[in-house]
């Protein structure tokens, strides 16, 4: 996995590879496309807990779409994962773009 060294979000996406989002202060999101629950989203957080700690911003884990994915107010999970873990929120992809902005 290379490192990202500017700002924006790190997306670990599938567990493998790492994407810079040019936008806001530094974050990583990972997609956890097999979370149905608070818990689920909290393991992919302990499954990536090495590269987590290598990158140090803070990080989330973005649930899969909880309906039809192409629409624009199909909510998904959302909880912080690092540096501490925080509760879990449903977000649409519009709500997702503004914390995307902090």
């Known amino acids: 996995m290379g490192r990202h060294s500017g700002h924006g979000y790190l997306i670990l996406e599938n567990l493998t590879k790492l994407k810079p989002l040019p936008t806001g202060s530094p974050r990583i999101l990972i997609f956890g496309d097999h979370a149905q629950d608070a818990e689920g989203l909290a393991a992919y957080g302990?499954?990536?807990r090495d590269p987590i700690i290598t990158h140090g911003p803070p990080t989330n884990v973005l649930g899969p779409a909880q309906g039809d994915p192409l629409t624009d107010d199909t909510p998904s999970l959302l909880r912080q994962v690092?540096?501490?873990l925080g509760e879990t929120q449903v977000v649409t992809p519009a709500q997702w773009d503004e914390l995307l902005e902090l």
Do not use: G, V
């Open 82 to 84: 690092w540096p501490e």
């Open 46 to 48: 302990r499954l990536m």
